[in-house]
């Protein structure tokens, strides 16, 4: 036994030792960034210690308090449209009896297209003056709108992209965690009289709830890294409508050469995403307990 236990602990070693070397020494490194500032002095790059006061200039930057803001709610707008279209989706096909893999097909094809044609095709829909949107507003009799210029509408108009790129990815794992539910359950409700309604109420979300809660984490984690849409359709404006938290990092590191201070923004972005995962899974072990007694 004790030599079965080392055996595992040897073979398993690599795989950490690869672990520890990909992500715990860059996160390390990323939070020994954050106490710095870097200057670079004849094409070399000084370390200047400069504490806690990158994380304090944190509270007094209006744009990462508006990347926080805007990323908040489109995580929260987009995920929660894309958990009830997804599992809308995943319902229907369930039901179909011919025809599936091609249902499956044409669902899944968003989640295919790389992010640039994603962000150029859309660009050209919502464009005022050509976009196919507006056409339609125009033929209704409708005043056309500047989706991606206007501060009201701009957001709004990258949650609808997002929707749509990522609603297949919900639409999936559900589909796996409808496909995995016990058919004797739904057979004895039938017998007993249960309509379609009640059934969905009083069987299928309770029994889907452990792959709801499991797909809406995964989601609200890829939500909070948004860039490509942001970037390709707006840019963060118009002003700070659309500024999202990962594009803030982007231009503090990249564009105005603020290493340090990036480091510091992008270390509180993943304490709070770290926070958020600890506790929807503190609410999912609650769940399942309470399911157990």
């Not at 602990?9 to 690869?18: E, F, G, I, R, V």
């Not at 108009?157 to 990815?169: A, K, L, M, Q, R």
Request: proline residues 3%.
């Amino acid at each position: 036994m004790r030599s079965m236990t080392l055996w595992r602990y040897l073979t398993l070693s690599p795989t950490l030792l690869l672990f520890l070397l990909l992500t715990v020494l860059p996160l390390a490194s990323l939070f020994a960034l954050s106490v710095h500032e870097v200057e670079w002095r004849e094409r070399v790059a000084h370390w200047d210690w400069v504490g806690l006061s990158n994380y304090t200039r944190l509270l007094k930057d209006t744009l990462f308090t508006a990347g926080i803001v805007n990323t908040l709610i489109f995580a929260v707008a987009a995920v929660s449209f894309q958990m009830v279209l997804g599992f809308w989706l995943a319902l229907l096909t369930l039901r179909v009896t011919r025809g599936q893999l091609v249902y499956r097909t044409i669902f899944i094809l968003p989640i295919l297209v790389p992010g640039i044609i994603i962000g150029a095709i859309w660009k050209l829909m919502y464009s005022y003056d050509f976009g196919v949107i507006n056409q339609v507003l125009m033929f209704l009799g409708l005043t056309p709108q500047d989706w991606l210029g206007s501060s009201s509408l701009a957001l709004w108009s990258v949650i609808v992209v997002d929707v749509w790129h990522w609603t297949p990815f919900c639409f999936l794992l559900l589909l796996a965690g409808l496909q995995s539910l016990p058919e004797d359950i739904y057979e004895a409700s039938r017998l007993d009289g249960a309509t379609g309604w009640r059934e969905l109420r009083y069987i299928t979300l309770p029994l889907m709830m452990p792959s709801i809660i499991v797909t809406f984490l995964f989601r609200m984690i890829l939500a909070f890294k948004v860039f490509d849409e942001v970037y390709l359709l707006t840019g963060g404006g118009p002003g700070t409508s659309t500024e999202v938290i990962s594009f803030t990092i982007y231009r503090r590191f990249f564009t105005e050469d603020q290493a340090g201070y990036g480091a510091a923004m992008s270390v509180a972005t993943f304490a709070v995403i770290a926070l958020a995962i600890a506790s929807v899974s503190r609410i999912m072990r609650r769940k399942d307990s309470e399911a157990d007694s």
